[in-house]
């Protein structure tokens, strides 16, 4: 079988390293906010090209803690795009503010900056646009609207650990350091994913990195004093060591995630399967590979069949989540977001995927298809 995602052979690949930094860890007990959490922290905001970075207990609790680090809760509103993971939105709510949902462009499936205007109210607060599938979003134009209505900017890069946007300047600059804050995620199968949860917020902001810092660690200042009301989500010491032995190896992951796509790319254009467009602005680090096809589950449980495991990134926009049914949102509303989440089919990926294995699962939809 061809798994969605293999852990077990980039773990192999690794493993003495990954021992001998945990067996680090296990010798010196320092597990709560230890020496490889702090030296994690500087190679990751050196990686990302910020001051700042502060490593939290996932992606979820990086939000969480961005949207109250800004003050946003009840009565205030946040834009966030209608198609993408749970957390972006469900994080905004938790905090006590309205998720604003905004529709997705067709071609990329992110947010559409086209579309964020006419959500702004008198009680809009923040932009939280999401680098879906490890694909940068139209940032130049997402920051200009903040610019001009006075809104918070932070990004939702959990899924885009290394990609890079194109400046006017030409020169490009990694994500994350766009926002005033930018939240990631190590979920083990994110292509930068420690061995269990972690996040990490990053920002260039002194008074922000403060914040965050008593935020994440029981408003601690000192030992036993307390300066405000706070969480426990620490990232674990034992996930850092784990996380610095792999940041040495994302460049190169992410280069074969890219090959890797470019060999499915030009295999699904000769069938005339569509795949999703990558912008001529934005260096992608391939965090899911998506086809839009029709007759999608049919095709999904032939390549089961055949060994072949594939996913569904969402098949439910989030309008249409239980959990938003608040909102008051209903089927029709984003039929842009509605249609791919019909279409839309995760492929295999991972760094270590072979080209013969790609080009069986290519080989395997053009028969499907025939
Ligand atoms: C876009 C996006 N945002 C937020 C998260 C939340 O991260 P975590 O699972 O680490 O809490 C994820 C993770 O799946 C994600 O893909």
Redesign the pocket.
């Known amino acids: 079988m061809i798994p969605l995602v293999d852990l077990k052979r980039q773990y192999l690949s690794i493993q003495k390293d990954v021992e001998r930094a945990i067996q680090n860890v296990l010798s010196k007990t320092d597990f709560i906010l230890g020496e490889d959490v702090h030296a994690f922290e500087k190679e990751f905001s050196q990686y990302c090209g910020v001051r700042y970075a502060i490593g939290v207990d ?4 990086a ?1 969480e803690l961005a949207f109250h680090a800004l003050g946003i809760g009840a009565g205030d509103e946040v834009i966030v795009p209608v198609f ?2 749970y ?2 939105a469900s994080t905004i709510a938790t905090g006590g503010a309205k998720p604003v949902f905004a529709e997705v462009e067709e071609d990329t499936a992110n947010i559409d900056p086209d579309k964020i205007e006419s959500l702004i109210t008198k009680k809009t607060k923040a932009i939280l646009p ?1 680098h ?1 599938f490890g694909q940068p979003v139209h940032i130049a134009k997402i920051s200009a609207i903040a610019v001009q209505h006075k809104l918070h900017l932070i990004e ?1 890069a ?2 885009a650990h290394g990609a890079e946007i194109k400046m006017q300047n030409g020169e490009w600059k990694k994500v994350g350091s766009f926002g005033e804050m930018a ?1 990631f ?3 083990p199968g ?1 292509n930068l994913g420690a061995y269990g ?3 990490m917020v990053v920002t260039n902001s002194e008074d922000l990195n403060y914040q965050l810092r008593l935020l994440r660690d029981c408003g601690r200042t000192e030992k036993y004093k307390h300066d405000v009301l706070a969480y426990n989500c620490r990232l674990d010491t034992l996930q850092a060591a784990v996380l610095r032995v792999k940041l040495k190896k994302l460049e190169s992951w992410n280069e074969l995630r890219r090959s890797n796509s470019n060999l499915y790319d030009k295999l699904f254009n000769a069938i005339g399967i569509k795949t999703i467009k990558i912008k001529d602005f934005a260096l992608p680090v391939r965090h899911v590979y998506a086809i839009r096809v029709k007759k999608r589950d049919e095709l999904a449980q032939y390549l089961k069949e055949n060994g072949v495991a594939s996913g569904v990134h969402y098949p439910i926009p989030l309008h249409l989540q239980k959990a938003f049914s608040p909102l008051g949102y209903k089927k029709g509303d984003f039929p842009v977001a509605e249609k791919i989440s019909e279409e839309i089919l995760s492929l295999p990926i991972f760094p270590e995927l072979q080209s013969a294995e790609i080009e069986r699962i290519a080989d395997l939809i053009k028969k499907f298809y025939d």
């Open positions: 996932s992606g979820t609790s939000l993408t993971f957390a972006s999401v879906l939702d959990a899924q939240c995620s190590f979920y994110k949860d972690g996040g």
